[in-house]
């Protein structure tokens, strides 16, 4: 077995489980006249293989053979540990070892996701319009995060963003569309401009955050799109809203099925109200600054849990949509409400 890899079994019952494995898989890459790693492949949705199998793979994707020999036997040791001998068990985090986008990930909602995608071991770039703002939000979430101006509108933005994610870390496991603007446009007054900019960052923002992914994800890679309720219950003055929000729902029934056996996955998560500095932005203008905290307590008491969301359990919900846990969930639209749109 290679000792130079960091993850050498420590027990002289885990080396033995490791290397029988191992050797299994060197006779099957024998009999396949396949890479021992190609034989892994074929492995990767075993959630036994956990990152440690995921990152074999993306390794081997960029061409970095000895760091994914020693990866394909880390995730074997890991694999060992958690199924033959609990007293070795390592506790491993849920995104550990994967590199996550978060689009609009400078502010509210995708900072939220943004910080807890961190928390639970990921690596994270965050896009959005500016620099500054970007700077900020890095210097919040920490050094596992990084930012990239780019406008989900811009299809060449997007792909110049994708590229510089690989550059920097060699893969790209899972993205979060999150940006997303709200407008309130009645019947009536709709202009072109407001359609455009509504339709523009809900709906096309997405597809472009989506499709350059496609490409660059491996199997078990995943997408979490940001919808809303308001994608089944468009309050007055929100129909192009709650339109864009409704439309990406739909985009996602068909694109399961246009990335059948990719084993990448899909899902749309629909927060309702959550506290965030753009959503008490919007109620100061409306309201005046001094109803702001009323307003938000009144938002709240409609709700069956008695109170709006917090962006971080916006981030949870991500989390779990990328993670391991929902493996066999995909196409999904999962309303993270506090029941608000359920009743
Ligand atoms: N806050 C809520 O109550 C709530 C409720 C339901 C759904 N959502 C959804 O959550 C997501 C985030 O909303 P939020 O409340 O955090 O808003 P926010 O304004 O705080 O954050 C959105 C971020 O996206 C960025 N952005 C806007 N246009 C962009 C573009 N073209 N390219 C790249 N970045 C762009 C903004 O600069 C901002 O940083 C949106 O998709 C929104 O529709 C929010």
Redesign the pocket.
């Known amino acids: 077995m290679r000792s130079k890899c960091a993850s050498s079994p420590s027990s002289a019952k885990t080396r033995a489980a490791t290397a029988r494995i191992f050797s299994r898989l060197r006779r099957a890459s024998a009999r396949s006249g396949r890479p021992v790693l190609e034989v892994m492949g074929g492995l990767f949705h075993r959630r036994e293989l956990l990152s440690g199998g995921a990152s074999a793979y993306s390794h081997r994707r960029t061409g970095d053979a000895s760091t994914s020999e020693c990866r394909a036997h880390t995730a074997v040791v890991r694999m060992v540990r958690a199924h033959s001998h609990p007293e070795e068990r390592t506790m491993s985090l849920p995104l550990e070892g994967k590199v996550a986008v978060v ?2 990930g ?5 900072l939220g996701i943004a910080q807890e995608f961190v928390d639970q071991g990921a690596r994270v770039v965050i ?4 620099q500054g ?1 970007l700077d900020q939000a890095v210097a919040t979430i920490g050094p596992k995060s990084s930012g990239i101006v ?4 811009r299809l060449a933005n997007m792909e110049a963003m994708y590229q510089e994610v690989i550059a920097r870390h060699g893969h790209l496991d899972a993205v979060v569309a ?5 407008a309130h446009a009645p019947l009536g007054a709709i202009t072109e401009e407001q359609f455009d900019r509504t339709f523009g ?2 709906a096309k ?1 997405v597809l472009f955050t989506v499709q350059p992914a496609i490409a660059l994800l491996p199997p078990g890679g995943t997408i979490v799109i ?5 994608s089944i219950q468009p309050p007055a003055g929100m129909g192009l809203y709650g339109g864009a ?1 409704a439309a990406v729902r739909a985009f996602i029934r068909s694109w399961i099925q246009d990335i059948k056996g990719s084993g990448i996955r899909m899902n749309v998560l ?5 506290d ?4 008490r932005r919007a109620l100061g203008m409306a309201q005046g600054a001094d109803a702001v905290p009323a307003a938000i307590r009144t938002m709240g008491e409609g709700n069956p849990t008695g109170r ?1 969301g917090d ?1 971080r359990e916006m981030g949870k919900a991500a989390a779990f949509l990328s993670s391991d846990a929902s493996s066999f969930i995909t196409g999904v639209e999962l309303f993270v409400d506090g029941g608000m749109a359920q009743v």
């Open positions: 689009t609009g400078a502010s509210g909602v995708g896009t959005d319009l500016q703002p780019a406008d989900v509108t999150n940006a997303g603007i709200g960052v809900n923002g940001i919808g809303s309720t308001a929000k629909s927060p309702g109200a959550v965030t500095e753009s959503l709006i962006p």
